[in-house]
């Protein structure tokens, strides 16, 4: 199993955001997500 900084990874909670309030719609995280996790 392996770890970042001590804990498991396993119980990590690993998922993209976007903060809405951030948001200005240029879609880069879309464009330049390399696991294309998001949708538009």
């Not at 770890?3 to 396993?10: K, M």
């Not at 719609?25 to 538009?40: A, H, N």
Request: charged fraction near 20%; glycine fraction near 4%; charge should be positive.
């Amino acid at each position: 199993m392996s770890t970042w900084r001590g804990v498991p990874r396993e119980s990590i909670p690993w998922y993209p955001t976007i903060i809405d309030e951030l948001c200005n719609g240029c879609q880069k995280c879309f464009r330049m997500c390399p696991t294309k996790v998001y949708e538009w």
